[in-house]
């Protein structure tokens, strides 16, 4: 049986990972309003991604005998300045989920659930990904600058993306 305090904060990370969801459809709507197909395809793929962590946190705590509980979500930001603006809160964005996941590592140390660490290490390790990717992403517009050309074959490539 999960403890209450365990399930709470996992509810929370429901939430959150949910959210997350919803900031990179937010990200994609308006990639496409500025005509970045492929970057916006690529967020698609992200939140389809982060719907997946949500539901692995909601069967975990049915399979612990807790009660899962959906609260609302919160309104994303909806425009950005660039390209490199959507990225730069997208690997931002990572880094706070990243806090997020060891403050729950934490918790669950402190409350000498083994089973929660075990299925927290998941998680611990899809931060690396997840922060190593946006990041990846960030550093080569960078590189590209005001460049069109390279925007366009970035957008090419993001476009490419499936989901995993
Ligand atoms: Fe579910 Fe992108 O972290």
């Known amino acids: 049986m999960i403890n ?7 509810n929370d990370q429901i939430n959150a990972e949910l959210y997350s969801a919803y900031l990179y459809l937010s990200m994609s709507a308006y990639l496409n309003s500025i005509d970045m197909n492929g970057m916006a395809h690529w967020m698609n793929v992200q939140a389809k991604e982060e719907v997946e962590h949500a539901m ?8 612990r005998g807790g009660r899962v509980v959906y609260k609302a979500i919160e309104c994303p930001q909806e425009a950005w300045e660039s390209v490199l603006d959507v990225f730069k809160g ?3 964005h990572e880094r706070y989920v990243t806090r997020r996941i060891n403050d729950l590592m934490d918790l669950a140390i402190a409350e000498k659930d083994y089973a929660s660490q075990v299925f927290l290490q998941w998680f611990v390790s899809e931060q690396v990904e997840e922060e190593a990717s946006a990041d990846e992403i960030v550093k ?3 590189m590209i600058g005001e460049g069109r050309h390279g925007i366009y074959m970035l957008d090419k490539e993001l476009g490419k993306r499936e989901a995993d």
């Open 56 to 63: 692995k946190f909601a069967s975990y705590i049915v399979e």
């Open 140 to 142: 080569k517009i960078e």
């Open 90 to 92: 997208g690997y931002e």
């Open 4 to 10: 209450k305090k365990i399930e709470d904060s996992f």
